[in-house]
Each structure stands twice: as C-alpha cells, then as structure tokens.
C-alpha cells in the first residue's frame, strides 16, 4: 500500500523527478557514507514539495509549501540507533538526535524496503513522520510535521503559530 501511495505521489509531484536532482542525490549519499561510516545511510532524499495548514492561516486552508534547498538523510548504527539529519540550504548538517529528538523506526518491512519513522521533539512538542518506501524504481519518503506554536528568541509575545504538514522527497 505504501508503494501504490508513493507512486502515484511522485507522479503528481513532477519537481521530485528531475534527474540532476538524481544525480546530486546520489553523490551526496556517497559523501554521507563516507562521513559517517559507522552508521548504515537507510536514505538520502532531496527537496520535498506538499502543503501545510497554518493555524493563524485558518481561512486559507491548506497552501502549498515546500522545503526546495533541504536534505533529509536517514541513518540506523549497529545497535539499532536512528537519526535523521537535515541539510539545509546552507548546507549546514543538523541532527534530530543532538536537537534532542527521540527517533523511533515504529514499522519495518525490509523484503520491500519500507519503515515507519517517528521523530518525537519533547522539549517543543514537535512530531515528524518519516513513511520510506525505497523498495521500487521510485524511491520516496513521505513525511509529515505537526507542532504547536512556539516561541522565537527570547521575546514570550513573539510566537510562529502552529502547523500541520505535509511532504514527499524523492530518495536514493
């Protein structure tokens, strides 16, 4: 089911399909593999496109957005830890673990490549989920971010309104 929902995603998302964006996927999973060899690189995913629905936004609804200049890579170790990184556009590496994350795999099917990743923020209520079907000619994660408002800096009446989102990446 995972595969039929990400096939027909990245047939509706043309953006994910570019293939110097295949490319470029494919030589940053080399670096990662290299720089961080003591962990099994799961997969390494590009630009996500989807929509996101903005509390203080209510009457617009559901809009479009989307994270053009980011990575997403998934990491496991040997001891069954996971992480995911995000590379933003410049190209600075974040880790979900170090910004004090718990990150779960919560489904696994690996005769076909597909997991469930949960992403747990407690210190901001955060929650991303991460559905990787990697197992077909088309490789994607299909993720989705939910958070509360939170607080920017240090001012308590300067807040970023809650959120719900969601995206897909094609990954290689």
């Not at 047939?11 to 593999?33: H, N, V, Y």
């Not at 974040?94 to 919560?106: C, D, N, Q, Y």
């Not at 240090?154 to 969601?166: E, Q, Y």
Request: aromatic share 10%; proline share 3%; hydrophobic share 40%.
């Amino acid at each position: 089911m995972l595969r039929f929902i990400a096939t027909a995603l990245a047939l509706s998302i043309p953006s994910i399909a570019a293939a110097d964006e295949f490319s470029e996927l494919t030589d940053l999973r080399s670096q990662i593999e290299r720089d961080f060899s003591d962990w099994k690189v799961v997969a390494v995913c590009g630009a996500s496109s989807g929509k996101s629905y903005f509390m203080q936004e209510l009457q617009k609804g559901w809009q479009d957005d989307q994270v053009s200049s980011g990575n997403l890579i998934f990491l496991r170790d040997a001891d069954g830890n996971h992480d995911v990184l995000f590379i933003d556009a410049t190209q600075d590496a974040r880790s979900s673990i170090l910004e004090g994350a718990k990150v779960f795999e919560i489904f696994s099917r690996p005769e076909s490549e597909e997991y469930i990743w949960l992403a747990a923020y407690a210190s901001t209520g955060t929650t991303e989920t991460y559905s990787l079907s990697l197992g077909g000619p088309i490789k994607l994660v299909m993720w989705s971010q939910g958070r509360p408002s939170v607080q920017v800096g240090d001012d308590p009446n300067r807040k970023i309104g809650a959120k719900m989102a969601a995206f897909v990446a094609r990954c290689v």
